[in-house]
């Protein structure tokens, strides 16, 4: 029984999917039209995805998905655990390897058998769940290390933009302080810092609050709020629903490894076409 609910439910969900594709040019074109989006959608997408899969030997996680990002968009994913959302934004950097399909950073497929994923990743800004800190050097040397190292900047450079960036965070006043002597919400903004020290043109969270306790939630969002305001390109995977309404350009929906629905904040959360998403907005709202 449960084998033959769960194929229903996917081919629901692909059923849902394709539909969410051939309404996805329209639905972007009209918020363009009508200034619901700040980006420039005569421009190439800044970040491409096509037909894109993945599986773990037999679990298929991610099925034919197609997306474009256009540059200063701020695209909020939303689902279930288990819906592939966390997959999809790691094999937009190649920390996971797509089964099939393509993805394409401005103008390079970084699936082609040539590219130089390092060289691309610095150009992809990514702030994960945990923080990846090393816990023996302070704020400050966290946020040079990988500006020293990939970049090949100067320690003089790389300090003064470690503290650039760790001051636009709120975290002035902690540069010298190390990871051991910060709140959870102040070492996730170092980790916002270490990205943006290394001037990315895309910034990937994922589920970057999830591990916080709830009163340090806001700094965090407040700093992304900043970064979507000062027209940084981002693809946030949250749950964070206050957030998604009040910062996205687009919302997108993600059931069974497919995109089930996308649009505006306000088609997603107050007139939802499908009734997944309805159900899984009303159980979390």
Sequence with gaps: MTDVKTTAMHGAAEAAGEQAQQERVEAVTEAVEHGEVRFDAATQPIVRIKNLSKAFDDNVVLRDINLDVWRGEVVVVLGPSGSGKSTMLRCINLLETPTGGEVWFEDTEITGKKVDINKVRA???MVFQSFNLFPHLSAKHNVMLAQQKVLKRSKEEAERIAIERL???GLAD???YKPSQ???GQQQRVAIARALAMDPH???FDEATSALDPELVRDVLGVMR???KKGMTMIVVTHEMGFARDVADR???MEGGLIVEEGTPEQVFDNPKSERTKD?????S
Aim: charged share 15%; net charge neutral; aromatic share 8%.
């Design 202 to 204: 895309v910034m990937l």
């Design 182 to 184: 910060l709140s959870g």
């Design 167 to 169: 001051s636009e965070v």
């Design 251 to 253: 919302v997108i929906f």
């Design 174 to 176: 902690r540069v010298d």
């Design 123 to 125: 150009k992809l800004g």
């Design 226 to 228: 900043n970064l979507a």
């Design 280 to 284: 899984f907005l009303g159980h979390i």
